[in-house]
C-alpha cells in the first residue's frame, strides 16, 4: 500500500532545521514496518539527515555550505535572481532533494542522534512544499 501526502513548511530563515516532527505530525500514525520517502519540491532548499541534539552542527553547517559554493563568486552567469541563488542551486545539489527513512516497529528507524533537515539556501524567507509518500 503506498499513502502521499503533500505539505507545506512554514518560512524558515536561511540555515539548517529540524523539521522531523513537522513531518511526523503530517503522517499521524505509522505502520508497523515501511519506507517513508520525503522529497522537496524546490531546487535551492535540499533535505538531509544529521545531528539532532546539538545545535552547533546546524551552526558549523552554514559556513562550511558557504565556503563550498560562495556567493557572488566571478564565474556565475546565473546571477538573475540575487548573490543567493546560484549557491543556493548548488548547494542544494549537493545535499540532495530526498531522504528515505525505513519505518519499523510503528515509528522512524533512525539512529538515536539523527534528524530530517530543511536546508534553506535562500537569503529570503520560503514556505517549502515536500511530498511525503509511505510505503507499507
Not at 29 to 56: C, M, R
Not at 67 to 83: I, Q, R, V
Request: aromatic fraction near 8%.
Amino acid at each position: 500500500m503506498i499513502t502521499q501526502k503533500e505539505i507545506t513548511l512554514p518560512s524558515y530563515s536561511r540555515g539548517f532545521h529540524l523539521v522531523t516532527n513537522e513531518i511526523l505530525r503530517a503522517l499521524g500514525e505509522l505502520p508497523e514496518q515501511g519506507l517513508l520517502h520525503v522529497f522537496i519540491k524546490h531546487t535551492s532548499a535540499a533535505l538531509t539527515i544529521n545531528e539532532n541534539a546539538d545545535p552547533s552542527v546546524r551552526d558549523d553547517f552554514e559556513p562550511s555550505f558557504n565556503k563550498l559554493a560562495p556567493e557572488n563568486a566571478p564565474y556565475y552567469t546565473h546571477t538573475m535572481e540575487g548573490p543567493d541563488d546560484m549557491p543556493a542551486h548548488i548547494k542544494s545539489t549537493l545535499a540532495g532533494s530526498s531522504v528515505t527513512i525505513p519505518v519499523s516497529n510503528g515509528r522512524l528507524n533512525m539512529g538515536t542522534w539523527q534528524g530530517i533537515y530543511l536546508c534553506e539556501f535562500r537569503n529570503q524567507s520560503n514556505r517549502r512544499k515536500l511530498v511525503l509518500t509511505l510505503y507499507h
